[in-house]
């Protein structure tokens, strides 16, 4: 099973609606999104919230204003903590975990889970054009 994650953004739309939709304001989300989709075809996706933790892409979220990094330190550890519960029943051989967005999300579940980073070493520009350009080459 492949397992999609993708982190939060800042750039959000505003109101109440589907978490996948919350966050297609940003060209980060958007690609990303749709390389996890289109291009990888996860057959799950998560969405990594600093507010909300792990969320479906459809569950029903209002816009916030909350960072991950700006988190006290025990806040940050305790989101961690629930982040790998969360993915716990996940964590088998046969499954695959993929990721786009900031690394700060998932630094502390490297040492625990196999992770691959789509676009690692890539400043945030050069990864969307990366993943716009799989997403724009997998429509041909």
Known sequence: MKIGLISCTKKKKQGKMPAKELYQASPLFFYGYKYLKEVLKVDKLFI????YNVLNEDDIIETY????DKLP??????WYKQLEEKLK??????????????K?????????FKINIIGEGLKIGEKIKYLKEKVEQNKL
């Open 73 to 78: 330190k025990e806040k940050r550890k305790e």
């Open 48 to 51: 990594l919230s600093a507010k």
């Open 65 to 68: 204003e909350q960072r991950l």
């Open 104 to 112: 700060t999300y998932i630094k502390p579940l490297l040492s625990k």
């Open 89 to 102: 029943e996940y964590n088998k051989p046969e499954n695959e975990f993929y990721f786009v967005g900031s």
